[in-house]
């Protein structure tokens, strides 16, 4: 009678993430033909090594950007091509 009150939240399970993508999915695709070392030595300068919070993932982030492009154009909005910003039109700190 007590078994409905356990809180599941806490307790620990074992996912495999290879299962959870599906195998034809576009990140799939692209993760087969796309190498992603330029773009670790490009931002290296960005990241601070050695102190503070670690910054996300730059693979990460293109992924989030490519995959967000790709949702949009499946509505029908398509996006002009990005465009460098120069560092000095993102703020200070940047």
Do not use: F
Request: hydrophobic letters at 35%.
């Amino acid at each position: 009678m007590e078994d409905w009150k356990k809180d599941a939240r806490h307790e620990p399970i074992i996912v495999d993430l290879e299962a959870l993508v599906p195998k034809d999915h576009l990140l799939r695709k692209i993760e087969k033909v796309m190498d992603y070392e330029w773009l670790y030595e490009r931002l290296s300068p960005y990241y601070c090594h050695n102190n503070g919070r670690p910054g996300t993932d730059p693979v990460v982030l293109i992924k989030k950007v490519h995959r967000q492009e790709g949702q949009l154009q499946a509505m029908g909005i398509h996006l002009r091509p990005l465009q460098m910003i120069p560092t000095s039109a993102l703020g200070a700190g940047y």
